[in-house]
């Protein structure tokens, strides 16, 4: 596609329930990433893919997260028993390899509501 | 962790030119500064990045001071649809490393 998409873009989900969050990056970006935005703060990063190279999962918060990217593009994020503490929007971001920064291109993020 | 300094909020009046700040005297040779914004309720946009030089494109002008320990985002003539978070961001070149973005400065483009 044109852009990177994610869906949903909204999800209420009730505490303790499992959910799954998906980006479709761009079409030939190799990079992509996932950030979570709390409301009123900035973007925390939670994993990087890159081709296929073993992912950095440094910022992922627990165990409770985990996130594949199936044929290096659709990338699904699963967070297990869900708190309320998980409420954000989530952004996927893509890239082609050798653009670095400037290639980045954001998702317009699921938001993510636990009850 | 963030490594750049941004001013919380700012505002701006519509026409005029809006220079937003962002101190980063932490910086390493190789690392890159980049400005990204982002529009309420969507994801961040891409706006200008520049190592040493003065860089300047189609959205915005990136000034870098000398010493490099500090930037200035320009937007030449502002419109209301430049009401955003601008986010400064510091990281070396590639796509290994992730963004660390801080809280940012709010701009308001005022009519």
């Known amino acids: 596609g044109a852009g990177v998409s994610q869906s949903p873009s909204n999800k209420v989900t009730e505490k303790g329930k499992d959910v799954e969050l998906r980006c479709d990056p761009i079409?030939?970006?190799?990079?992509l990433y996932w950030y979570r935005q709390s409301l009123g703060q900035g973007l925390e990063f939670l994993i990087y893919?890159?081709?296929?190279?073993?992912?950095?999962k440094s910022g992922l918060p627990s165990d409770r997260f985990s996130a594949e990217r199936t044929g290096g593009s659709v990338s699904t994020l699963t967070i297990q028993r869900t708190q309320q503490e998980d409420s954000a929007v989530y952004l996927c971001?893509?890239?082609?390899?050798?653009?670095?920064?400037?290639?980045?291109?954001f998702g317009s993020g699921t938001r993510l509501t636990v009850v | 962790d963030a490594k750049t300094t941004q001013p919380p909020s700012m505002d701006c009046a519509e026409g005029r030119a809006a220079n937003l700040p962002c101190n980063h005297s932490?910086?390493?040779?190789?690392?890159?500064v980049y400005w990204y914004r982002q529009i309420h309720s969507q994801g961040p946009q891409y706006i200008i990045h520049?190592?040493?030089n003065n860089e300047t494109n189609e959205m915005a002008s990136l000034i870098i001071t000398e010493d490099r320990k500090s930037s200035t985002l320009i937007l030449p003539h502002a419109t209301l649809r430049d009401t955003a978070v601008y986010y400064c961001?510091?990281?070396?070149?590639?796509?290994?490393?992730?963004?660390?973005f801080g809280t940012g400065t709010s701009l308001t483009v005022i009519p």
């Open positions: 961001i510091v990281r070396p070149p590639g796509t290994g490393n992730q963004f660390y």
């Open positions: 079409s030939g970006h190799t990079a």
């Open positions: 520049g190592l040493k």
């Open positions: 932490t910086i390493s040779g190789n690392e890159y």
């Open positions: 893919f890159q081709g296929n190279s073993a992912p950095d």
């Open positions: 971001a893509s890239s082609l390899h050798t653009q670095g920064g400037h290639g980045y291109t």
